[in-house]
């Protein structure tokens, strides 16, 4: 799928959000590792403020990621949602029998 470059470059997001975008093209990591890297180098959010994190991606890299925000972070399970919606190399009706 390519990217839609001139709507990219149109996005506005509000001022107090900071958006990060992530390009897989031309990566040669393992499928959801970009996404997880890149969570595990944001810094942690300090307590004192309010947060909710949602994610939603594979299912290796939801593992990874949720164990990320509750244990590192500390975020409780009212704080964050993270959703895995496919499983790679599995079919619709295989995906959700998790292991």
């Known amino acids: 799928m390519q990217c839609n470059w001139r709507r990219l ?8 959000l900071d958006v990060r975008w992530l390009f897989r093209a031309e990566q040669t990591k393992d499928y959801g590792q970009l996404l997880t890297e890149a969570v595990r180098r944001l810094p942690a959010p300090l307590r004192s403020n309010q947060i909710y994190a949602w994610v939603g991606c594979e299912f290796e890299a939801f593992k990874q990621i949720r164990s990320h925000l509750r244990q590192d972070w500390g ?8 959703v895995s919606y496919w499983r790679t190399g599995k079919s619709e009706g295989q995906a959700d029998s998790v292991n």
Request: no cysteine.
């Open 9 to 16: 470059a149109e996005f506005q997001a509000p001022a107090d």
């Open 75 to 82: 975020l409780k399970k009212n704080e964050q949602l993270v």
